[in-house]
């Protein structure tokens, strides 16, 4: 079965492919604001795509440019044959910023992707005006079982094949990301189950998957981010966190915003691990504040 990744409905306007630093890398761009309005860069977490943010892209489009990427080995971009580690796909949004000519962003990362956005604001400050964390980054925690025996090759990926002998299956293995999957729209339930049943049958991402999670696992108990680092960080901060997260507990949004010098922590009722797709109207709203007035 080849996955599809079909474009939403709503995204294809702004729909862009541009090779950078060799790769090719699909993109969600607006284009440059007709006002003075900021810049968005969104980055998606592990195992999503830039479809993560369809309901938020359109509604900061009204406010400024918006930029939404697959990063490399993920959904439409290419999926090299490497390591995918977290300066990767730093590595790639800072080169993807300078060749669109972005001198400054409002980096916007979820769980993963806020991990990515990190990192841009520590090495590269000047390309990041402001910070927003949803859900992320992950800090260090106890891996539970089936985490564990992800870190095994051959083993996780018997696990991650199994999900293609149903897509009830797979579907229902999205469940712990959300606050409750059932009261979602029956259309973004019906993506979510087609979206999927795409990412289990993709070979090509289920390697960058397995590569880019035992990096991860491996940084977190090298001790990935270390507070001492993140007192560095001067971006004005604001983290996001869904109160009834399961897969990253809201304790570690609490422990993050104590360890950012003037960190901001917003926690919103009724929302998991994935804010831009369950309470996406205040999300944006708590972004567009912070990034034009510094307030929530």
């Not at 969600?28 to 830039?50: C, I, K, N, R």
Request: aromatic share 10%; glycine share 10%.
């Amino acid at each position: 079965m080849k996955p599809k990744f079909t474009v939403p409905e709503n995204l294809k306007p702004y729909q862009r492919r541009l090779m950078v630093n060799g790769l090719g890398l699909h993109l969600y761009d607006s284009g440059p604001a007709p006002s003075q309005g900021p810049t968005f860069l969104l980055v998606h977490g592990l195992g999503d795509e830039a479809d993560s943010w369809r309901k938020v892209f359109p509604l900061l489009a009204g406010q400024g440019r918006v930029v939404a990427l697959d990063l490399p080995g993920f959904g439409r971009s290419d999926h090299p044959k490497r390591a995918y580690t977290l300066r990767f796909f730093a590595d790639t949004v800072v080169a993807l910023l300078e060749h669109l000519k972005i001198p400054q962003a409002v980096l916007v990362g979820n769980s993963m992707g806020a991990a990515v956005a990190l990192r841009v604001a520590l090495h590269r400050p000047d390309l990041a005006g402001r910070l927003v964390l949803v859900d992320g980054p992950p800090l260090r925690s106890r891996l539970n079982r089936v985490q564990l025996m992800f870190l095994i090759p051959g083993q996780g990926e018997k696990i991650y094949n199994s999900f293609r002998g149903s897509q009830d299956a797979a579907y229902e293995s999205l469940r712990p990301y959300y606050a409750n999957l059932d009261v979602l729209p029956p259309e973004d339930r019906q993506f979510l189950r087609e979206r999927v049943w795409d990412r289990v049958w993709s070979d090509e991402q289920r390697r960058a998957f397995f590569s880019t999670f035992r990096w991860l696992a491996l940084e977190g108990l090298l001790g990935h981010p270390s507070p001492a680092r993140l007192g560095q960080l001067r971006a004005p901060t604001l983290i996001v966190w869904g109160e009834q997260d399961w897969v990253v507990p809201a304790e570690a949004g609490r422990t993050l915003a104590g360890w950012i010098p003037g960190a901001k922590l917003h926690i919103i009722p009724g929302c998991g691990h994935l804010p831009q797709q369950e309470k996406p109207l205040e999300l944006v709203r708590l972004i567009f504040n912070f990034a034009v007035g510094g307030y929530i």
